[in-house]
């Protein structure tokens, strides 16, 4: 996890967020042509990278449309996993809003919520081992 400015984009820090031994890397449009990127050139990974909205709206009614727009539902749902965690910190802990305190206050107090939430997660599976 990387804090940066509001105006610094996601791709910019995208290679420090790798760590080199991903097999396959999901994003969505907004990570249209990150294989083009230097940090990623020589990279082993699958990138699979969602479609925008309006190209996938004008997918052909053919079934290489259809086999299209299958392979777009399951980045989706395989995507959709990251959001867990956002929603527990938003309805469980209360985080909606975001008070600019320093970047440095900021990242310490979402990664402490993040670590809460993945132990919110395992609730379940606690029960488990005892």
Same mark, same amino acid.
């Not at 990387?2 to 999901?26: D, F, M, S, W």
């Not at 994003?27 to 190209?55: L, N, Y």
């Not at 985080?95 to 310490?108: E, P, Q, T």
């Given at each position: 996890?990387?804090?940066?400015?509001?105006?610094?984009?996601?791709?910019?820090?995208?290679?420090?967020?790798?760590? $080199?031994?991903?097999?396959?890397?999901?994003?969505?449009?907004?990570?249209? $042509?990150?294989?083009?990127?230097?940090?990623?050139?020589?990279?082993?990974?699958?990138?699979?990278?969602?479609?925008?909205?309006?190209?996938?709206?004008?997918?052909?009614?053919?079934?290489?449309?259809?086999?299209?727009?299958?392979?777009?539902?399951?980045?989706?749902?395989?995507?959709?996993?990251?959001?867990?965690?956002?929603?527990?910190?938003?309805?469980?802990? $209360?985080?909606?809003?975001?008070?600019?305190?320093?970047?440095?206050?900021?990242?310490?107090?979402?990664?402490?919520?993040?670590?809460?939430?993945?132990?919110?997660?395992?609730?379940?599976?606690?029960?488990?081992?005892?």
């Amino acid at each position: 996890m990387v804090c940066t400015a509001a105006n610094v984009h996601e791709l910019n820090t995208a290679a420090e967020r790798a760590h $080199g031994g991903e097999r396959v890397i999901y994003g969505d449009s907004g990570h249209i $042509g990150i294989e083009k990127r230097d940090a990623f050139k020589d990279c082993g990974a699958e990138m699979r990278i969602a479609m925008k909205p309006g190209q996938r709206r004008v997918l052909a009614d053919t079934p290489e449309g259809k086999l299209h727009e299958l392979v777009e539902c399951a980045k989706a749902h395989f995507r959709a996993k990251v959001e867990h965690p956002f929603r527990i910190i938003k309805c469980q802990y $209360g985080f909606r809003k975001v008070y600019y305190r320093g970047i440095k206050k900021n990242d310490l107090k979402r990664k402490m919520l993040f670590a809460l939430a993945n132990l919110w997660m395992t609730r379940k599976y606690r029960s488990c081992l005892t």
